[in-house]
């Protein structure tokens, strides 16, 4: 069998070798040698190898994995490049590294070689330390570069394998990133000052240049940062002037990752930069503004950011928040409803009139959870309005306001508005003050169905919210539906998770005082390399649905006892926050520490 594949690569000729010592060939020899293909499957790519040179990135892994071949035992998985460079990284002795680029310090790593000596030899540093440089590359056999770089580095060089296409994607944007930002600042240090807010830019006022918005390095730095964001599945971009060097974050299933540092002179222009995107005063620095920017993503499908700067000691701070059609309009089982929640949410929301309050904390989901029940409400016969600040997605079905303070209109005042404009349902953006919770009520005693949002830890705290507001108790009983609190949860990455045992004690700290048993068995987070080492790998949320039930209305009253209506929204069948997301461990979803992270402890609610 050895023999007739070696006897193929002969007849495949010598053209195919692709880099030193590494050729289709001899891989094809070992995979099936280590019986990973079949020899049947080994002749016909070399067949075909010998008539025609296939592969995007012609390095032989790829040209092997892009041929569709199957592994040889059961379950007859395919090859992939990934299973290639793991399987030639045990042959050879290396470590086989997938590069996260979040995990990478670029200005760092650019600093070890030239681009023209990385491109040279297709490598690509991914790590320095005071003692050593690690350094991906897609031919183990080419040893020669790594001993030049230790004469030269004197430092060791330890070698790891990686994907080639991931190399070529990563050298490129990596140096790039690093020329754009290097000729950045060299303008800015010879050219005007400009102090703005920074207090620290005060006390060294010869060194600090302004910098166009709209220089070509600057643009460059703008847009490789909006397609790294959407490439990573942001939700947030955090820009953080400091004194020096300023932080650039990604937001990541709720969690901030550290992105890149800038020069704090080239983090301020590539905030004017993003302040003209957005059409907002450039000149001021002194106040808070907000902004939005519509882009596309890498599909062509429109992205909306909304974009959001303040005043700080070292200079404008600016957050943006991504917002992915794909993630804000989905379906209800995507967004995490049991079977059972989405049934009283559809009951809560079938009604021809009253309100419906969503609550949580920033970034709990409410946005997504309210526009994707209009989007299932917004039927051709009814008249969907929104007043937002600002409106976080653009959506035909719906009749959008934005609310623009300094003209004068609010909330309050688009509700008027809309009131006269023969609206079937209406969604505020937020309610938070009197004004516009006695139009909501209006709205919603005149017939209308209404939505919207308000900041509290829990269902039940939304009545006393209101009742704090100022909104007479009455006027709650006669108009409200239901309430729903969230949260969202980070879920087990599906590639990683393991089963575990259960702490005992801290299972019944979650569930306490119900009594749930943990039936099945319990996962927990491992890491890998699909969730960059985390165990989690994207986010669900947990609901506490308070449908308004009778006996909760008789219980909304002056100085009403929250405590009661909480049980009573227990016996009526409202699960809290934690029971929902123990259902949710018990499902292999998430897991306890994830719902203690995101809910609190039990006995703060």
């Known amino acids: 069998m050895i023999e007739t594949v070696v006897s193929l690569e002969a007849r495949a000729g010598q053209s195919a070798r692709e880099l030193p010592g590494l050729d ?84 760092a790593v650019t600093s070890v070689v030239s681009y023209a000596y990385a491109s040279r030899y297709k490598i690509l540093p991914v790590e320095v330390t005071a003692d050593k440089v690690v350094i991906a590359t897609a031919d183990p056999y080419d040893r020669e570069w790594a001993e030049e770089l230790e004469r030269i580095l004197r430092k060791k060089i330890c070698r790891v394998l990686a994907n080639p296409d991931d190399i070529s994607r990563y050298l490129i944007e990596f140096y790039a990133l690093t020329d754009s930002v290097r000729k950045a600042f060299g303008k800015a240090s010879g050219s005007s000052i400009d102090v703005g807010m920074n207090l620290e830019q005060m006390l060294e006022l010869g060194r600090t240049g302004k910098l166009d918005a709209n220089d070509r390095y600057v643009v460059n730095i703008v847009d490789w940062l909006l397609q790294y964001a959407f490439e990573q599945r942001a939700s947030d971009i955090h820009l953080e002037p400091r004194r020096e060097n300023s932080d650039v974050r990604f937001r990541i299933d709720g969690v901030l990752h550290q992105v890149y540092r800038l020069p704090t002179v080239v983090m301020s222009a590539v905030i004017s930069r993003l302040k003209v995107l957005g059409r907002m005063d450039l000149a001021e620095k002194r106040r808070p503004q907000d902004g939005r920017i519509k882009t596309k993503g890498f599909s062509g499908e429109e992205i909306e950011l909304r974009l959001s700067t303040m005043p700080s ?34 009951k809560m929301v079938s009604s021809p009139y009253g309100i419906v309050l969503v609550t949580g904390p920033t970034g709990s989901g409410k946005t997504t959870t309210l526009y994707s029940t209009l989007k299932y409400l917004a039927k051709p016969e009814v008249n969907v309005c929104t007043v937002e600040d600002p409106i976080e997605m653009v959506e035909p079905r719906f009749n959008q306001m934005q609310v623009h303070n300094a003209i004068g209109l609010d909330f309050a005042g688009g509700l008027r508005t809309f009131l006269r404009q023969d609206p079937d349902i209406i969604m505020i953006g937020e309610i938070r003050d009197l004004e516009t919770a006695e139009m909501a009520v209006q709205a919603a005693l005149t017939g209308h169905l209404v939505f ?68 099945g068995p319990i996962f927990q987070p491992a890491g890998c390399l699909e969730c960059r080492g985390t165990g989690y790998l994207g986010r669900a949320g947990i609901y506490e649905m308070l449908t308004i039930t009778p006996a909760i209305r008789n219980l909304i009253r002056p100085n009403c006892d929250l405590a009661m209506i909480r049980e009573q929204g227990v016996k009526d069948g409202s699960a809290p926050l934690h029971i929902a997301g123990a259902f949710k461990v018990c499902s292999g979803i998430t897991s306890i520490e994830e719902i203690f992270r995101v809910a609190g402890p039990v006995d703060s609610m």
């Open 24 to 107: 289709v060939g001899n891989i094809v020899r070992n995979l099936v040698i280590d019986g990973v293909i079949t020899q049947k499957d080994a002749k016909k790519l070399l067949d075909k190898r010998g008539r025609k040179e296939t592969g995007s990135s012609g390095h032989p892994l790829a040209v092997i994995a892009e041929a569709g071949l199957s592994r040889a035992t059961p379950p007859h998985e395919a090859v992939s490049i990934e299973f290639l460079l793991a399987w030639l990284a045990r042959k050879t002795g290396l470590s086989y590294l997938r590069i996260d680029p979040l995990k990478v310090d670029v200005r």
């Open 313 to 346: 000691v070292f200079g404008e701070k600016l957050v943006m928040r991504i917002f992915d059609p794909v993630v804000t309009l989905r379906s209800f089982e995507e967004l995490g409803f049991s079977e059972r929640e989405l049934g009283q949410w559809k």
């Open 452 to 519: 919207s949002t308000l900041h509290t830890n829990d269902a039940p705290s939304a009545i006393v919210r209101l009742m704090d507001i100022g909104v007479p108790h009455y006027l709650i009983r006669a108009t409200l539906l239901g309430i729903v609190a969230q949260r969202l949860t980070r879920t087990l990455c599906p590639h990683c998770r393991k089963e575990g045992t259960v702490d005992e004690d801290l299972w019944q700290s979650l569930v306490n005082p119900w009594e749930i048993e943990h039936t």
